[in-house]
């Protein structure tokens, strides 16, 4: 059923440490070029730190567990591309199409390849003023065993309510060298994490704390978006909120609000939301290898 790379196959084989990489942002986060550039990017990030990246796609209906160059390219200029969570994977792979994997689909696939660590974004939570509206990448992090490496959960959603669903779920938050739960775009939301770590060894000693005792589920691990690139809380709210209020009055739901709300939140910070999020990609990729790499050696 999967396809995995063969440079994959062989790190999974004989130990070495694999980062898993989601395709959505590739596919429907960022436009192109740009969406191949940091795709690209990601994957040279990963090798730096001596592991094997290992981007997840399905495409033809067969899930794909890392990528070649030309199949990063389809998904980068693809316009029939399907976002695919995991409750989508079986359609997807019954009527044999393309699809770019969300934070959910890309844990599913990962967990079952026998990767460990992935790297993502933002991952997402509870909607805004819709507090029944949860993503199915939170009930994912409370069942399958993967340490995700990333920036928090998406600003666009109700961060607290999202920290009081994962807490009610058992998932532990870390924060990676901060104290405070990153809100994407800024370095803090001003809601505490569960516990702060400051190396990949501490997050080690959470993880295999956390086998030993058989407690089911994921790791988060929110690293904060570098100073330089981060944007101003108060700027960012001001952008997120008019972009939300746009797309209520243009009557957007379900999985076009999130790519609406963040191409109008580029455009009001005259693009510099975009370069933070490509920052915060860098940064979660190279913890997440980081932590693969500290894995391995244990």
């Not at 063969?6 to 440490?17: K, M, N, Q, S």
């Not at 607290?160 to 938050?173: A, I, K, N, P």
């Not at 994407?184 to 770590?197: C, E, I, K, N, Q």
């Given at each position: 059923m999967f396809h995995v790379k063969?440079?994959?196959?062989?790190?999974?084989?004989?130990?070495?440490?694999v980062v898993?990489?989601?395709s959505t942002l590739i596919s429907h986060g960022l436009a192109y070029p740009i969406n191949l550039e940091i795709a690209r990017e990601l994957e040279e990030?990963?090798?730096?730190?001596?592991?094997?990246?290992?981007?997840i796609a399905i495409l033809d209906g067969k899930p794909q567990i890392g990528l070649r160059d030309a199949s990063l390219e389809r998904l980068a200029r693809g316009s029939n591309i399907k976002k695919v969570s995991r409750r989508d994977i079986p359609v997807v792979a019954a009527f044999r199409l393309d699809g770019a994997t969300t934070v959910a689909a890309t844990m599913y696939l990962a967990h079952k390849a026998g990767i460990r660590v992935f790297a993502t974004g933002g991952i997402g939570g509870v909607h805004r003023e819709h507090p029944f509206d949860v993503s199915a990448d939170l009930p994912e992090l409370a069942q399958t065993p993967v340490i995700v490496t990333c920036a928090g959960a998406k600003s666009l959603l109700d961060l607290?309510?999202?920290?009081?669903?994962?807490?009610?779920?058992?998932?532990?938050?870390l924060g990676y060298g901060t104290d405070d739960f990153p809100a994407?775009?800024?370095?803090?939301?001003?809601?505490?994490?569960?516990?702060?770590?400051d190396t990949p060894e501490d997050v080690k000693r959470v993880w295999f704390a956390k086998q030993e005792i058989?407690?089911?589920?994921?790791l988060l691990v929110a690293v904060p978006v570098s100073a330089d690139a981060a944007l101003v809380a108060s700027e960012a709210e001001?952008?997120?909120q008019a972009a939300l209020d746009a797309a209520d009055l243009q009557g957007i739901t379900g999985k076009a609000v999130t790519p609406f709300v963040l191409a109008r939140v580029a455009h009001q910070t005259k693009g510099r939301s975009v370069q933070a999020n490509l920052a915060l990609l860098r940064n979660n990729a190279r913890v997440a290898a980081r932590i693969a790499v500290s894995l391995a050696e244990a």
């Open positions: 063969p440079e994959v196959a062989d790190a999974l084989t004989t130990g070495r440490p898993a990489l989601e990030i990963v090798r730096s730190e001596a592991a094997v990246p290992a981007t607290s309510l999202t920290l009081e669903w994962l807490e009610t779920h058992g998932v532990t938050v994407f775009y800024s370095r803090t939301s001003g809601l505490p994490v569960d516990a702060r770590v058989g407690l089911a589920g994921g001001l952008a997120i």
